[in-house]
């Protein structure tokens, strides 16, 4: 079994995800060892099962944290959450783009004195950054502004394009994550981010489905 396989999202104590997208995950080994310590609680399992030669643990699928920790209120200005902000629209033709195809555009250009602030960034397609340039008379749709936190979460389930999550935007490409242990954040297949929707709500278990065994 490699360490990218069976993992396990994390649940705040009040059992909402951390972050919905990306989503913060556990490798198979830490969310183990995190349930022996008593860090975490598990909400639900694989159908896998690790294996000692004196114990033997189902897999946890999902898991919640026993102490409640604060989400952060202020959301970091990287590109990926401008693309959030902006529903991944190009704020000069309006149109939507997976997040390969677009960039972020200085309203006012640096060459003018323009800094990179959430004021003054906008997300754009390559074709309206190139045609813009170093124009200040070309304004964006809607004026940029510093987004609250629900602004740059993404509804379970749900893309910023209106269809199933995928990676960086774009629906039609899926993984999990990076073969290496400790906390990552990665996109889901739209059947598991459902699946942990429910569980957030309803506080119901479910089982995924897995013939694998491993030794801790």
Not at 22 to 43: E, I, K, M, N
Not at 99 to 119: D, K
Not at 188 to 204: F, Q, Y
Request: glycine share 6%.
């Amino acid at each position: 079994m490699t360490t990218a396989a069976h993992p396990a999202p994390v649940l705040n104590a009040d059992f909402r995800p951390m972050s919905y997208f990306p989503l913060s995950l556990l490798c198979w080994q830490d969310a183990v060892q995190a349930v022996f310590t008593g860090r975490v609680s598990v909400v639900a399992e694989y159908d896998a099962w690790a294996r000692s030669p004196s114990t033997r643990i189902r897999l946890p699928s999902v898991v919640a944290l026993r102490r409640y920790r604060q989400p952060p209120r202020r959301v970091a200005f990287t590109r990926f959450n401008v693309f959030l902000r902006d529903r991944f629209t190009c704020q000069y033709c309006g149109k939507v783009f997976p997040a390969s195809a677009l960039t972020f555009e200085h309203v006012l250009p640096r060459s003018r004195g323009g800094q990179t602030t959430w004021t003054n960034i906008v997300t754009a397609c390559v074709p309206c950054n190139t045609a813009k340039g170093n124009s200040v008379r070309i304004r964006p749709l809607r004026a940029p502004k510093k987004p609250t936190r629900s602004r740059v979460r993404v509804a379970p389930g749900r893309s910023v394009l209106g269809g199933t999550a995928g990676v960086a935007g774009n629906p039609s490409r899926k993984r999990v994550g990076t073969a290496r242990c400790g906390v990552r954040t990665v996109c889901l297949p739209p059947t598991r981010v459902r699946a942990i929707d429910k569980i957030a709500r309803t506080g119901s278990t479910h089982r995924y489905s897995s013939g694998n065994e491993a030794w801790l």
